[in-house]
């Protein structure tokens, strides 16, 4: 199996002509990778996985995803600079980053860049699971300038 190409995953017993959410997942380790198409499919989420940064950025624009879960060590692009492009794009959908990084730095810069969320590795899939289902629900806001604090 080739991890740097897109692979789209349908949940266990998924029904033809039922609409699934779509989690996009922007990993480039094979092992982050499984447990994470397992831990959605698991909960009937269909799954887009992608294993580079310009391939996510690609299914992002194009398979619409209702969430995003990013990796921030990627082989081609930095994760750090992904999250800012696809916030800008389409600030309403949620990104949850998943790091081994735990400095509080790097979780603020990525919050300000515009993630929802910063899950630290290892982490549970049940607690992914529940961020992911919170950012879900939460009613997608318009996105306004505040003068003051452009640059």
């Known amino acids: 199996m080739q991890y740097d190409k897109t692979m789209i995953e349908e949940p266990r017993g998924a029904q033809a002509g039922v609409s699934r959410v779509t989690i996009l997942i922007v990993a480039d380790d094979p092992l982050m990778q499984r447990v994470l198409k397992r831990t959605f499919c698991d909960q009937d989420y269909s799954v887009t996985?992608?294993?580079?940064?310009?391939?996510?950025?690609?299914?992002?624009?194009?398979?619409?995803?209702?969430?995003?879960i990013l990796d921030l060590m990627l082989p081609d692009i930095n994760g750090r600079e992904l999250c800012k492009v696809m916030k800008s794009e389409?600030?309403?959908?949620?990104?949850?980053?998943?790091?081994?990084?735990?400095?509080?730095?790097?979780?603020?810069?990525?919050l300000k860049l515009g993630a929802d969320d910063y899950v630290i590795k290892p982490f549970s899939p049940r607690e992914l699971?529940?961020?992911?289902?919170?950012?879900l629900?939460?009613?997608?806001?318009?996105?306004?300038?505040?003068?003051?604090?452009?640059?």
């Open 49 to 68: 996985i992608c294993g580079e940064a310009r391939a996510g950025l690609g299914a992002f624009r194009t398979a619409q995803p209702e969430a995003v």
């Open 90 to 110: 389409q600030p309403g959908i949620p990104l949850i980053v998943v790091s081994a990084v735990n400095e509080v730095d790097n979780k603020v810069l990525l």
């Open 129 to 135: 699971i529940a961020r992911v289902e919170r950012a």
């Open 137 to 151: 629900k939460r009613p997608q806001r318009a996105v306004t300038t505040i003068p003051y604090l452009q640059g």
